[in-house]
């Protein structure tokens, strides 16, 4: 099992960026795979980023070359830079960690890019 604590959310104005982090309770390299999801209201829970075996990324279309995934092995910690954002990023963003077929989720944070 890991439990997977998200911060950096928050309000921001459109063209402004963030940085998600998402701190895992075990050693990430014990982790399959981890990413980022958001789900905006009405919405189904959509795809943003994910980082497998460490070194393997995949970036949605609607967010490449604005957002960037990244880890730091040495604080057990996934980070998604957020730049150029726009009012369509809004979302609670979710971190997981898949560790062979089970995925976890951590408890969202919130994203609003309003002016």
């Known amino acids: 099992q890991v439990q997977l604590v998200e911060s950096g959310g928050g309000l921001v104005q459109p063209g402004g960026s963030l940085r998600l982090s998402c701190a895992a309770s075990r050693n990430i390299f014990t982790i399959n795979a981890m990413g980022w999801y958001r789900q905006a209201p009405g919405k189904q829970r959509e795809l943003v980023a994910t980082?497998?075996?460490?070194?393997?990324?995949n970036t949605a279309d609607s967010v490449k070359g604005r957002f960037t995934i990244s880890r730091d092995s040495a604080r057990n910690t996934v980070f998604l830079q957020m730049n150029s954002l726009k009012p369509e990023d809004t979302a609670v963003y979710y971190c997981s960690a898949r560790i062979t077929v089970t995925t976890y989720w951590g408890q969202g944070t919130q994203v609003t890019v309003s002016s």
């Open positions: 980082i497998t075996n460490g070194v393997t990324t």
